[in-house]
Each structure stands twice: as C-alpha cells, then as structure tokens.
C-alpha cells in the first residue's frame, strides 16, 4: 500500500534543486530519458529515502490507429522495475501516423496530439490500452492532453469518452488541470463541466503546470509559473475529491529553488482550500489524499478506490466473450472489480476502424509536418499554430539532442532548421532528425561559411556510421568550435 502526496517532476536540470526540496513525497520522471541500467545517482538517492519514483511515457502512442509497438511496451516495462514504480502514466494521444496501415509515408510529430472523440477512436484506444495493459507489470494510468484545435464530427464529450474508456478498461486517469484550462482557452470546452463528468474515482494522481496565452490561443510550455486560473481549477478538482497525489511539472526555463517550492506550496494550498470546500458540505468520493495505488504484487485497494487487481492487471470481463461469465463474477473470483467490455461486433469491424482512424489522423499529420492540404471541417488557423509549434518544438529538442548545431550554427540554426523542418517532417525520431538536417545543410551549402560546412560535414559522418571514426568526436568538435566560433563572435 502506498500513498503519494505532494510531488515535482525531476528533471536533470533541477536534480539538486528537488533532492533538498522538504515535502515532496514522490517525483515522476519522463520514462524515455532514463535507461534502466544507468539510472542517475538522483533518483537513486531519492528512492534509498523512501521517495517513490514514477515513470512517465510520452511516445507509446495508445490513441494511434496502430496497436502499440512491443519494443516500447518492453522497454516501459523495464523502466518499471529499474524504478521500482507502483505505477506507470502514459497519454491519450496519437504520436505517429501513416505505415503499412494507411499505404503511406510514416510520420512522426514528435508531439502528443489530440485524438477524436469518436466510437472508432475509442474502441482502437480500448483495445490498445489492454495490449499495453498485459505488457505493462503495474497498473497505468492515461492522461487527458492539452490540445490547440479541434477534430470536426466528434461524437463525445471529454467527460463520456473518459468515462466510457474507464469502464471499458479498468485504466486509471492521470488529470492535468493545465490541460483542462488549456482547452478551455483553445477549444471553448467548459473545465468545471468537464470535471463533473469525470469518473473521479479512478484518479491515479492530478499534474499542475503553468504556460502562456498569446493572441488568444494558449500554450501549455511547462516553462511559466501556475497561472491563477490554473490553481483554482485544482481547487475545484480538490473540491469533490480527494486527488492521491498532485504533482508539479517544469520542463524548461527553470527558476531558483526557492521559486519551485513557493509554487509546490501554492499547489498544497490550493488542495487545502478545496479539502476545506469539501469538508463544509459538499460531497466527496472516498479516494483521499492518503489513499493507495496498488502495487504491483498486491490486489487490495484504498478505501473507496474502486478498481481491483490481479498480480497488477485489472480482472475485464468480454460481454460476449466463450462461456458467458458475468462480469461480477469474474471480479469476485479475481478479488477485484470486473470492467465490462462492450466489444466491436467482430474482427473486422475492428480493423475497418482502425483503417477509418489510421487514414484520418495521417491526413491531419500530414498537413502538420509536411505542407500538405488541411483536411475538411478542420480550422485552418488553429491548425498553422499548431504546425508552427510543432517545427519550434523539433528546433528546440533537436538543440538539445545535439547540441554541437547550434554551438556551429549561431544565430543562423533556428532559422536554417525551420526552413528544413517545412520540407522534411519527422520520421525517425529527434536523433535522427539531428543527423538528417545536418546533412541537409551541409548538401544545401546553406550555412554561409566553408569552415562551419566542413565542421558539420565531420560531426555527420561520425555519427552516421556504424561506428566512430578514428578521431573522437568530442575532441573534433571542440577543434571545430573553436575554429568557427571566434570569427562569428
């Protein structure tokens, strides 16, 4: 049995800055960026203090028209155990599009976009989820996204789809009250109603970040203060239940110490405020601030948190499935609740959705990443924004994945990998995008100066090939540094 409380998202950057932070219970850290035998001294000394480490994935893709790679279900697993986590959070989003699926390019957005609140986007996102749900060795929970548009024909609210995917599934909900008053801004969608139509029940835990409006759209960065509005949504949250644990998220522009902890304390307050709402008379669910998440070996729950396990996995009765158990039955026999499952009527029915939902968010990538037409019905506007996010973001990881580019490149790299990212989109991922555009600019002859071209030509074919070359590249990139960056300078 375990509780989480008030916890920070740990990134490397502010390492130090979470191990010296008083009151935080747990930290959830992003699952790609941590390889299982090298886990960082940081975490390791916060678990030996009793500090519980959750893993968060972000490139599963569960509400994609593909079923979710083994590979990465493998790997998130591995993640799990490296971490010791009761738990494991993923999103509902789409990641990647086209393949042998749709007969077209693969695509990559290198983002967690919005899938349609559909019947055939939710009965692929049941279906999926149990694929990841049998992969996975401890309970997952899924979290609602930020989104900056909207898919036309929708047939669900946020709060049935969530719901019914509950239901359906057994799955936990990780609820990011950022994200909530993100649509609110971007999509009209009203988050107080939004909460009341949440099963609160299956709230694993709740994520708070801050972000930034500009000419009325608003950007969830994870690099700005918690605004007010986004505070006092929790507070509503904390109002009609009791979250087990809520958690701060900062992925850049990180501020002082000092500033984190006013911000963790701000988010204690406004549970306190909504605790105190809630205890002068408005009702709540029974799942309390201590409440537990199973873990992986135990089938007993909080009180009042209402999913039970088996070995970890939620017991999921097929209402059609050989022999005809009732669904209360089979949560008797397993020591936890049953979740009924209302199947697509056959195989394939179950492929054609996929197909439906396949061809249709390529289409909406595709316009994304690589300049093709918006589809039908989808806002134009809102849909330049997000492409030009989603370029912006790619400039900005591929910085960081490669730093040595914009060292060689100065002021001219945003602009040069902007100019590439309109004619390339993503399909391999941000390491791969790194070489790809290195490469690009040394053909294009677009960097302005032989000696950077030959710098980047030397960083290329170090790490395009199987192994590396004879000189190491840390040193031939220095040399190279140094050569170019005084004469820009």
């Not at 986007?121 to 930020?146: F, K, M, S, T, Y």
């Not at 054609?352 to 589809?375: D, I, N, Y």
Request: charged share 25%; net charge negative; with cysteine.
């Amino acid at each position: 049995m375990r509780r989480l409380g008030t916890g920070i998202g740990w990134r490397p950057e502010i390492a130090d800055a979470v191990e010296g932070m008083p009151g935080i219970d747990w930290v959830e850290v992003v699952a790609e960026n941590v390889c299982p035998g090298h886990v960082p001294e940081s975490l390791l000394r916060l678990r030996e203090r009793g500090v519980t480490v959750i893993p968060h994935g972000v490139s599963l893709g569960l509400g994609g028209a593909d079923r979710p790679d083994a590979g990465r279900l493998t790997a998130l697993a591995e993640r799990v155990e490296a971490l010791g986590a009761p738990l494991v959070t993923e999103h509902i989003a789409f990641v990647r599009a086209g393949g042998a699926l749709t007969a077209s390019p693969p695509l990559e957005a290198g983002h967690l976009l919005p899938v349609p609140r559909t019947r055939d986007a939710l009965d692929v996102l049941c279906e999926n989820v149990r694929i990841a749900q049998d992969a996975l060795p401890v309970p997952l929970a899924l979290e609602n996204i930020a989104a900056l548009f909207s898919w036309p024909g929708e047939e669900l609210t946020e709060g049935q789809f969530l719901s019914e995917l509950v239901e359906r599934t057994g799955v936990r909900l990780l609820i990011d009250v950022a994200n909530l008053h993100t649509n609110h801004v971007n999509r009209g969608e009203d988050p107080a109603e939004a909460l009341g139509a949440l099963p609160l029940e299956a709230i694993a835990y709740v994520h708070v970040a801050g972000g930034f409006e500009r000419d009325g759209v608003w950007h969830d960065s994870h690099a700005h203060p918690v605004p007010p509005p986004i505070l006092a949504l929790l507070t509503d949250l904390a109002s009609r239940t009791a979250p087990p644990g809520v958690l701060l998220e900062r992925d850049d522009n990180f501020p002082e110490p000092g500033e984190l902890e006013r911000e963790v304390s701000a988010i204690r307050d406004a549970v306190r405020e909504g605790r105190g709402r809630a205890a002068g008379g408005t009702a709540v669910a029974a799942t309390g601030i201590g409440s537990a998440i199973t873990n992986a070996t135990g089938g007993e729950n909080g009180a009042g948190a209402g999913i039970g396990t088996v070995t970890g996995r939620t017991a999921v009765a097929d209402d059609d499935a050989a022999g005809g158990g009732s669904p209360a039955a089979m949560g008797a026999a397993g020591g936890g609740v049953a979740v009924l499952v209302r199947p697509v009527a056959d195989v394939g029915a179950r492929e054609a959705a996929r197909e439906r939902l396949g061809v249709a968010q390529a289409a909406v990538l595709s316009a994304l990443v690589a300049g093709t037409p918006v589809p039908e019905g989808f806002d134009r506007v809102r849909m330049g924004v997000q492409a030009r996010a989603l370029a912006a973001k790619r400039a900005d990881v591929v910085a960081k994945v490669a730093p040595e580019l914009p060292v060689l490149l100065g002021t001219r790299y945003r602009p040069a990998f902007l100019e590439y990212a309109r004619e390339r989109p993503m399909s391999g991922g941000y390491r791969r995008d790194a070489l790809d555009f290195a490469h690009h600019v040394v053909r294009a002859g677009r960097s302005g100066d032989a000696e950077v071209r030959r710098a980047l030509r030397e960083w290329w074919l170090d790490r395009a090939g199987p192994a590396p070359r004879s000189q190491g590249p840390a040193v031939r990139m220095v040399r190279a540094a140094r050569r170019v960056l005084p004469r820009r300078v």
